[in-house]
């Protein structure tokens, strides 16, 4: 049984690839099989784990435009349990040519539909919404969104859940969500009240986790390595850790 | 004689529609004339004045996608000199629908030929290198390329020289860039790592002057004002302000 969970924001900067690369790491120390694959042209997932996207040839675009398989495209990272499907800077012809092919929005969730070797696929959308975030939106059991507690971001949740009902309605009846908060710094005024703001808004919607701001997680991505696996013991560490215990007890419970 | 400028990078949340704000406040301030022009699908510079995007009927993606005259859908802001067209979720169809016509890289060159009564025309580009951005440098004097001192950053800026070559090689000879580092944490070692790398990779590609993290911006964006007006005596209206005088000498010694 293979879960999929798409993490997503229109909104730009709000540790969608941070969450990506801790929360696999944190479900592969948990003894988890992970795919990770990297959906936007920035390259940013596949640069956080090393890989120089400069230097990919095969990448997720081939698997989406040209039908290539998309085993032969992933690749190991180096830490166990966390395989790679990386993306290069091809990925920016999809928003352009995937909305060109019959029922283009199911195109990923046909190459996640056969047998997978894997837990969790989790899937790293770039800011946009897009034919590459509807593919990702249609392919998943949820959508994980990151927000920052910040005034843009908060605003920006109302066209990702109208989004949400649209692929609800057309091709994912089921598609779940949960809110996440990071980069919050607790002494900030603003993040307080925004954070109240986004409790009493989604309720049961907004994940207990809460991610702070933590700058061990910027030399993570330098290192490219997951936080969990870089600096076991930081507390952005153990709060994704938190992340992955919560959203496993929340699958359970569905 | 209008300047336009073209406030872009593919990273997400890097302060691009913060700086588009605060330098279209500091230059009205400063008596210019400045129009100030919304291209991303979230809205947040519209929103950042003060103006719900869900109730704007005519925005931007009228005058790109159904030749709307663009002065017919500015509206004034409330501050003197400072005018905007807004945006909508209408332009979430600009990515898609633009580039079925005929030279659509030109259309907002076209537009902006006319004789603008404004001095400056500052242009607030989506997270991504589509045809939206596409067509905000081909109509551009410079780019303003807002980069927050991070890895992830740092590292995009790299496929934004190639856009720009790109777009110097087919559009627009002349189009130059600036760089700008963007929320800036003085005590934290990758900040001032980054920096200096940026100021031996970029040399005079690179500004001077340098935006700090202040909280009193994200209070401005609530309040719906540019920081210079918000609260003229912060940190951060002082260095937008320093950022309008830098830009200001850098267009007389072209
Ligand atoms: N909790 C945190 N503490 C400190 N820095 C963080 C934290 N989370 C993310 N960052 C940093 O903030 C920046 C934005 O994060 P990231 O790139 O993961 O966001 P994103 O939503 O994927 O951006 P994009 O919209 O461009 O894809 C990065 O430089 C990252 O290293
Ligand atoms: N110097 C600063 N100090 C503190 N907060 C800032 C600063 N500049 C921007 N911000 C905040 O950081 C967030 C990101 O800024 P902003 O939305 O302007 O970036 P952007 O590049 O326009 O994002 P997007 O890629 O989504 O369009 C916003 O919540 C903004 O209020
Ligand atoms: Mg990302
Ligand atoms: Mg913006």
């Known amino acids: 049984m293979t879960t999929i969970i798409a993490i997503t924001n229109e ?17 592969a120390e948990a003894n988890h099989e992970v795919l990770l694959i990297d959906l936007d042209p920035q390259a940013n997932l596949t640069l956080g784990l090393g890989v120089p996207p400069a230097k990919v040839r095969r990448s997720i675009a081939d698997v989406l435009l040209n039908s290539a398989n998309l085993l032969s495209v992933s690749r190991e990272t180096g830490i166990a349990g966390l395989d790679i499907v990386p993306s290069n800077a091809e990925m920016s012809m999809a928003e352009r040519f995937l909305p060109v092919r019959q029922n283009y929005e199911h195109i990923l969730k046909g190459v996640l539909s056969g047998p997978l070797n894997y837990e969790y696929v989790l899937l790293d959308c770039p800011p946009s919404l897009g034919a590459v975030t509807f593919n990702a939106l249609t392919a998943a059991d949820f ?21 949400i009902r649209k692929v609800r309605a057309q091709n994912n009846p089921d598609l779940a969500y949960y809110i996440l908060i990071t980069m919050m710094d607790r002494r900030n005024r603003i993040h307080r009240a925004l954070k109240e703001q986004l409790q009493s808004t989604f309720g049961e919607g907004l994940l207990e986790t809460i991610i702070e701001i933590d700058t061990k997680l910027r030399e993570s991505t330098i290192a490219g390595t997951p936080i969990t696996h870089y600096n076991p013991q930081s507390r952005s560490a153990q709060q994704y850790r938190a992340l992955a215990e919560e959203i496993l007890r929340n699958a359970q419970a569905e």
């Open 143 to 163: 959508a994980l969104i990151p927000t920052q507690p910040e005034y843009f971001s908060a605003h920006g949740l109302r066209s990702l859940m109208g989004a």
């Open 11 to 27: 909104k730009g900067g709000v540790a969608k690839t941070t969450t990506t690369l801790a929360l696999g790491g944190a479900l």
